[in-house]
């Protein structure tokens, strides 16, 4: 049984992929910055009958909560599989880049990219534990410079064009990162779910949570271990 541990998945996306892969057989620690909403989503889970899932305490923007969730995965499994960097926020709309304020420009890249990076920094030496290691990253195909220079490029993206930037910057950790780990076989790789209807964009996406956690559990169900440094969406691959 692999173990895996997805932030920010006491609801929306994140909870919904914890709910597929414990189903899928895996041990899955839902990782929430509000235990209390970590372990009513666990609860629920476990009232389904999805059982071999726990609830962990998780603030990507709080050093010490990682490194405190870091020491209770080393006490009770001892190596994490897999590391889902799925929390985030949207933030507020309009926010061009050109006069969205420094403070929020700032909240936005804590919790996206910095929270991401320092999480990942903290697991790396459990996943170095695993046999078949991996990290996801999930990302927006707002976050996709091909798609943002693109003819097609829908005009209302610009209205998020703060959170597109801190999607590029996890992309480019993606890359990076999978470049450093290639030679210890970990697999980094982002994935967009599309626009999916959960509190992120007020339920305006058009996918439910289960079409938009289909990309995130097919990446992590992979078994092929030479898919590293890249993008997928459902059922295939997205430009950077
Ligand atoms: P959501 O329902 O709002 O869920 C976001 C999750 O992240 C919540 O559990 C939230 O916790 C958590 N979170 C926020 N800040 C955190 C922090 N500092 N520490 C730990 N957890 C934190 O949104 P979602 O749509 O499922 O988003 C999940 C991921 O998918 C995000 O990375 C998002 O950018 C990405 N994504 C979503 C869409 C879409 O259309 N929905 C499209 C592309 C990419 P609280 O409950 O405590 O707020």
């Known amino acids: 049984m692999r173990t895996v541990l997805i932030t920010g998945a006491n ?27 970590g372990q009513s989503a666990a609860g629920k889970l476990k009232a389904a009958g999805i059982t071999n899932v726990a609830a962990i305490h998780i603030d990507v923007t709080d ?11 080393e006490n009770s499994v001892g190596a994490l599989d897999l ?4 929390a985030g926020i949207s933030g507020e709309q309009p926010q061009y880049i050109a006069e969205y304020s420094m403070e929020a420009i700032r909240a936005l890249f804590e919790t996206n990219y910095f929270g991401a990076v320092q999480t990942t920094q903290v697991m790396l030496p459990l996943l170095r534990k695993s046999s ?16 943002q ?22 992309n480019g950790f993606t890359v990076m990162l999978a470049n450093e780990l290639r030679g210890e076989h970990i697999t980094v790789n982002s994935v967009t779910p599309g626009y999916t209807a959960t509190d992120l964009n007020q339920f305006k996406g058009f996918k439910t949570v289960e079409e938009g956690a289909k990309a995130i559990v ?17 059922g295939g691959e997205i430009p950077w």
């Open 83 to 86: 590391l889902i960097n799925n």
């Open 132 to 147: 078949a290691p991996s990290i996801i990253n999930v990302s927006s195909e707002i976050g996709s410079l091909t798609m």
């Open 218 to 234: 097919q990446l992590a169900m992979l078994e092929d271990r030479s898919i590293t440094g890249r993008f997928f969406k459902d």
């Open 149 to 170: 220079t693109s003819a097609e490029r829908p005009p209302n993206w610009s209205n998020f064009s703060t959170y597109g930037a801190t999607k590029t910057a996890l």
């Open 11 to 37: 609801k929306g996306l994140g909870f919904e992929t914890a709910k597929q892969l414990a189903q899928a057989g895996n041990f899955v620690y839902l990782g929430s910055r509000d235990i209390i909403n």
């Open 63 to 73: 050093i010490n909560s990682i490194r405190k969730a870091k020491a209770e995965l």
